[in-house]
């Protein structure tokens, strides 16, 4: 397993833009993809996006292409999402979580399934 806590989440406008980060521990960071969640108020959680282990692969929701970015440091094991243009309806807790450490190198997991641990979250409130 591997333990992650996210940073970075706050009160903005609609078209602010907010940078979340998602700081992990041990050292199996690089052999896991990344991917952040959230779940907004009365609905469940959502894969928002991921990333594959080295970065060359990633996915987002529809809601979200063109405005959110899905980084990585390995080094620092880290993984950031970059929220730009956001809305009322990005409001939600937003959840690092990591794969399993036996994931193919090159694929950015999309089920709930790959992912087998999680950080405690985030508040992010777009106001209108």
């Known amino acids: 397993q591997v333990q992650l806590v996210e940073s970075g989440g706050g009160l903005v406008q609609a078209g602010d833009s907010l940078r979340l980060s998602c700081a992990a521990s041990?050292?199996?960071?690089?052999?896991?993809?990344m991917g952040w969640f959230r779940q907004r108020p009365g609905k469940e959680r959502e894969l928002v996006s991921s990333?594959?282990?080295?970065?060359?692969?990633?996915y987002y929701d529809d809601s979200v292409k063109g405005r959110f970015t899905i980084s990585r440091d390995n080094a620092l094991n880290s993984v950031y999402l970059q929220m730009d243009n956001l809305k009322p309806e990005d409001t939600a807790v937003y959840y690092c979580?990591?794969?399993?450490?036996?994931?193919?190198?090159?694929?950015?997991?999309?089920?709930?399934?790959?992912?087998?641990?999680w950080g405690q979250g985030t508040q992010v409130t777009v106001s209108s």
């Open positions: 979580a990591a794969s399993t450490d036996t994931i193919n190198s090159y694929r950015a997991p999309i089920n709930d399934y790959d992912f087998t641990s």
């Open positions: 041990g050292r199996t960071f690089r052999s896991r993809a």
């Open positions: 990333i594959a282990r080295f970065g060359g692969t990633t």
